[in-house]
């Protein structure tokens, strides 16, 4: 009879550490997976700032680019301008030799 008890007993408490176990398996996934979470929403914040930073580096750039092609055409109407003169120059010169 007292074997039966200990065998009923120990059987008990191997159904409990099982449990036991199963349970801080489950914790430990758990931990796990909001850590690798947490990791993620790192790596979307850092992604993000550094999208952000694109965006601001894209919008100068396109800035200076509409800046550069003002500069380009007021200088190609100065040269314009300036090519009528020599052309108007020349034709004067032309007229009184």
């Not at 007993?9 to 430990?28: I, K, M, T, Y």
């Not at 700032?49 to 190609?76: G, P």
């Amino acid at each position: 009879m007292r074997r039966q008890l200990d065998g009923s007993a120990l059987s008990q408490e191997n159904r409990r550490l099982q449990r036991d176990l199963s349970h801080a398996r489950q914790q430990l996934e758990g931990s796990a997976a909001a850590e690798n979470l947490q990791a993620a929403r790192l790596e979307i914040y850092v992604r993000g700032e550094k999208v952000a930073e694109l965006e601001r580096l894209l919008a100068k750039a396109n800035d200076r680019r509409v800046q550069l092609h003002r500069v380009h055409e007021r200088t190609v109407d100065k040269l314009d301008a300036a090519n009528r003169i020599v052309q108007e120059l020349r034709r004067v010169l032309g007229s009184l030799r």
